[in-house]
Structures are given as structure tokens and as C-alpha cells.
């Protein structure tokens, strides 16, 4: 920044000016990454983000995206010093489609969404087309992204990266839809718990899913079919819970009295429309 002062005062403006400040440190110019944070670049440069808001003077609600430039603190390590070891992080858990993508040119990474983001972005990044994008993640077209989503990509062979954030496959936790895997995880992230109800004759799944006070579009995505449509005697049924509900096992079948009984091993569930 030029700052003018008056005509001779400019040696002692400096002196003063230093003094001001004896432990404000260095500070150099960033450009912001593509997908990259504010808590990330903060947490990098050992300061708050909050801090390197007041510092680049970012107003509420400004997003500061990929090609921006920042004041942030210079990192200073020893001639000879080796940086520190990043803290060793739990594996982010990424939920993905069901089919399985194989090219023998590339390789499979993983984006996540931050705010302002769109798919022609993301996509104009990686140097592949928005519909790949689409279907490798199984977006409808005119789904909106969410902030903290996280899409699987598999980048143009020998592109430059090196101003984008993303994660590599060895970074996560893949977690395919439909999987007992997902179902696990889903329990988890809902604290809820699946069981299996089966259905007697005049069984509906509104009826059903009274029972146990679980809304009925709840029980018609879950079950991929209608709230008024018959059940079939014996057919089973699935059923999200909270978790200190129901049986401690695995499923449980529909009474004339409706108390729930043991019915045998857990079926493979049909695909639920609940992702985290």
C-alpha cells in the first residue's frame, strides 16, 4: 500500500510506523485454490479465520472463491527444518452410486462442494464434461450442489491440479449405496436403527409405517412403492427406527396383536432414498 505523508517526515513516518506494530507478522500474498476454504487457508497459516477475515477486510456474506487473492502470514521454517507433520485426520466417509466406473487412464478423486460452487465450475476444473459429472454421482440435472457435498471425479489424464482441493481415493472412505456397508453407515449418521417388518394380508405401508411413526413418504421412498398400494403376505417391509427402538436383533414380523416377533435372517434391503 503507498501511503503519502507530508514532504520530509517520510524516514520518521516509517520509524513510527514500525514501532506501531513490533510483532505484526510478515505477510505475503495467497491465491485461493479452487474449492478451497477460509477455515482451510486459516488452519495452514496457524492463525483464526476469523483473523484472516479482519486481515483481508472480507465483508459478511462475501465469498471469496478459487483465484482470489489474500494477505496471509508468511510461514517461516528453519533452513534445513523439515515442515510439521500434518495431524493425522479421520478419513472423510464419502457416499457414492452404486455402479462402478473403471477407465484405465484415469484415476478416481474427490471434490467437495463449497459455496458459490456449480457443476459447469467443477467440471471446467477437471476438464471433463458436466454430464460425466452428472451421471458418475447420479445428479439429477437440475439438482442443486449443497455446501459439503462430495462429488466423485475422474480428471482428464495429465491435466495441472495443483490449483485445485481435492481428496485422492487413499484420503476416504467409499461407501457404495446399497451396500450393508451404507446401511451401517446411514444407522449411524441418523442414529436411527433398520429393521424389517413383515406384512400381513391388508398390510400398506401408511399402515405400517403408523405403527412404528415413521412418515409415510419416509416409508414410500425407502420402499419404492406407494403408501395406498397392497402388500403381499410375507412380503417384508423396511423400517428406520430410533435406535433404542424396536427388537435389539434383525427383523421383525407384523402380528394380528402388533407386538413384533423374530423372523429369521435380515433380507438385503432395497436401496433407500436417504442419503446423509
Known amino acids: 500500500y503507498t501511503v503519502r505523508v507530508p514532504m520530509g517526515t517520510g524516514t520518521a513516518a516509517a520509524a513510527n510506523l514500525a514501532k506501531g506494530r513490533p510483532n505484526a507478522p510478515a505477510l505475503e500474498r ?43 502470514p508468511k510461514l517461516d521454517t528453519p533452513a534445513g527444518a523439515l515442515p510439521a507433520a500434518p495431524a493425522v485426520a479421520p478419513k472423510l466417509t464419502v457416499v457414492v452410486p452404486a455402479d462402478v466406473f473403471v477407465y484405465p487412464d484415469r484415476k478416481r478423486v474427490f471434490y467437495r462442494v463449497v459455496v458459490g460452487d456449480t457443476l459447469r465450475e467443477i467440471s471446467a476444473q477437471f476438464k471433463v464434461p458436466t454430464d460425466d459429472v452428472r451421471r458418475w454421482n447420479n445428479l439429477d440435472p437440475v439438482a442443486r450442489l449443497i455446501e459439503g457435498m462430495t462429488l466423485q471425479v475422474f480428471p482428464a489424464p495429465g491435466a495441472d491440479f495443483s490449483r485445485v482441493v481435492f481428496l485422492a481415493e487413499g484420503d476416504v472412505r467409499v461407501v457404495a449405496i446399497g451396500s450393508d456397508e451404507f446401511f451401517a453407515y446411514l444407522e449411524t449418521q441418523r442414529g436411527q436403527r433398520r429393521i424389517t417388518v413383515v406384512a400381513h394380508a391388508g398390510d400398506t405401508l401408511e399402515g405400517i409405517g403408523k405403527k412404528y411413526e415413521v412418515p409415510v413418504k419416509t416409508m414410500e421412498r425407502i420402499n419404492r412403492k406407494g403408501r395406498s398400494e397392497a402388500l403381499k403376505p410375507g412380503e417384508t417391509v ?17 402380528t394380528a396383536h402388533g407386538a413384533p416377533t423374530p423372523n429369521g435372517p435380515l433380507p438385503t434391503p432395497p436401496v433407500p432414498d436417504l442419503l446423509p
Do not use: H, W
Not at 474449492?35 to 465469498?63: H, S
Not at 423396511?238 to 407384523?254: D, I, N
Open 30 to 72: 495467497y491465491v485461493v485454490r479452487f474449492g478451497e476454504t477460509l477455515d482451510q487457508i486459516a488452519t495452514a497459516r496457524k492463525l483464526t479465520a476469523a483473523k484472516l477475515i479482519e486481515l483481508n477486510g472480507i465483508g459478511p456474506g462475501e465469498v471469496v472463491r478459487g483465484g482470489a487473492v489474500l494477505l496471509v
Open 238 to 254: 423396511v423400517v428406520y427406527v430410533p435406535g433404542g427402538a424396536g427388537l435389539a436383533g434383525g427383523p421383525v414380523a407384523s
